[in-house]
């Protein structure tokens, strides 16, 4: 699979071993940690600034030391992408689905956008112009994502079922790319299924490897039913193997994070 860009390992390690400090790092440290990841001085530095212009870092000293904390948007974002990411249950169709419904001034389309784009972030489907549809599951996230972003006087939320008519795992195949997603599952596995780490070090590498790769598959695909998925889908495979080596390598890594502090 494509080789994840520096910016994203940065919020990865971010995400992993910043929080814990009140989301703040010192650029020492964070310049260590992202060569032990094959990441140069340069290509942190410039990564960085594309992520203070994005609202997700701002500049912090801290007893004398350069470094960069996590902004608000930043940890929310965090927060949020928690909740996903290490999801291990899937959507059933008991559980029923939110639609979402927007109407957005055409005075104001740049919010139209933001909505558009922010919905297909958190692994919403398209049934119809101006209505989304995901797992009942997404309903807190959804709100969450509403409200902080300023969008909750556009949208209305539903939790609903279907009812009639049609086949509704044909519809899923049509308001979700089903194939592109069994596409990056299968390069998921491919480029982690022989992962071994031979001390703390590897294991830190894999691991912030390893999580940045999957972290955006659970957005892509937001836990949809397996009732409705293929046979032998491999995104239940692709899922089994990111906890397995969650498993065996959060700890190590975490020690190696530690003592490079």
Do not use: C
Request: aromatic content about 10%; hydrophobic content about 45%.
């Amino acid at each position: 699979m494509e080789t994840a860009q520096p910016r994203h390992l940065i919020v990865t390690v971010y995400g992993l071993y910043a929080r814990g400090a009140g989301g703040w790092m010192s650029v020492a440290r964070l310049i260590s940690l992202m060569a032990d990841l094959g990441i140069d001085q340069a290509a942190v530095r410039s990564s960085i600034s594309r992520l203070k212009r994005r609202g997700m870092l701002q500049a912090q000293r801290q007893n004398g030391a350069a470094g960069y904390e996590l902004s608000e948007e930043g940890l929310a974002i965090l927060k949020e992408g928690d909740r996903r990411i290490f999801r291990q249950e899937r959507a059933t169709l008991a559980d029923g689905w939110l639609l979402a419904v927007f109407s957005v001034p055409e005075s104001e389309r740049y919010k139209r956008h933001l909505l558009r784009s922010q919905l297909t972030r958190l692994g919403f489907g398209t049934t119809a112009p101006g209505v989304w549809i995901a797992p009942a599951h997404l309903s807190e996230a959804t709100e969450d994502m509403l409200r902080r972003l300023d969008l909750s006087g556009y949208a209305d939320l539903f939790h609903s079922k279907h009812l009639a008519f049609g086949d509704l795992a044909e519809k899923v195949r049509r308001w979700w790319d089903l194939d592109q997603l069994e596409h990056l599952y299968n390069e998921f596995v491919q480029a982690h299924r022989a992962e071994h780490a031979s001390d703390d070090r590897d294991a830190f590498v894999k691991y912030v490897r390893l999580l940045t790769d999957w972290r955006r598959l659970p957005y892509l695909d937001p836990g949809l039913p397996a009732e409705l998925l293929p046979a032998d889908w491999v995104g239940i495979k692709a899922a089994d193997l990111f906890f397995t080596l969650q498993a065996q390598l959060a700890a190590p890594a975490e020690r190696h994070a530690v003592t490079s502090s």
